[in-house]
């Protein structure tokens, strides 16, 4: 997971997903929610079969994770899944107590350095 926040909002952003962590551990997910999300998994999917790159990009992936063959059963995969699913892995894999972060920030501005005063070809 990541979030794109501006330094400022960094602690409210991670504290809500903490919040939705948690309810999602304890609370598992809406049949409404659980739709729209295979609706997105399923549209994400049939995106990327529509070019050659991301046919290729896609079997890399699937290969990577279990074989070729796992793309053939994707979409039926993602009709299977069941709210107590979702919930049993947010139970399992999803805490609000041990997890990374990891924040990029801008650099800091700097001031240009000045540049050098022309004399004339002179040294001074």
């Known amino acids: 997971m990541s979030l794109l926040v501006t330094p400022e909002n960094r602690a409210r952003a991670v504290s809500a ?3 939705e962590i948690a309810r999602l ?8 929610d659980l739709a ?6 399923k549209r ?8 050659v790159s991301g046919q290729a990009s896609s079997l890399g992936f699937y290969d990577m994770i279990a074989d070729y ?7 039926e995969s993602i009709e299977r899944i069941t ?7 947010a139970a399992k894999y999803l805490s609000s107590k041990a997890y990374v972060q990891a924040a990029l920030e801008p650099a800091p501005r700097l001031r240009p350095r000045p540049r050098p005063r022309d004399n004339g070809g002179t040294i001074a």
């Open 69 to 75: 063959r796992f793309a053939l059963t994707y979409l």
């Open 17 to 19: 997903t903490l919040a």
């Open 25 to 32: 551990r304890a609370g598992g997910i809406s049949a409404t």
């Open 36 to 41: 729209r999300a295979k609706t997105e998994l």
């Open 44 to 51: 994400q999917y049939i995106q990327q079969s529509e070019t």
């Open 83 to 89: 709210a107590a699913d979702i919930k049993a892995v």
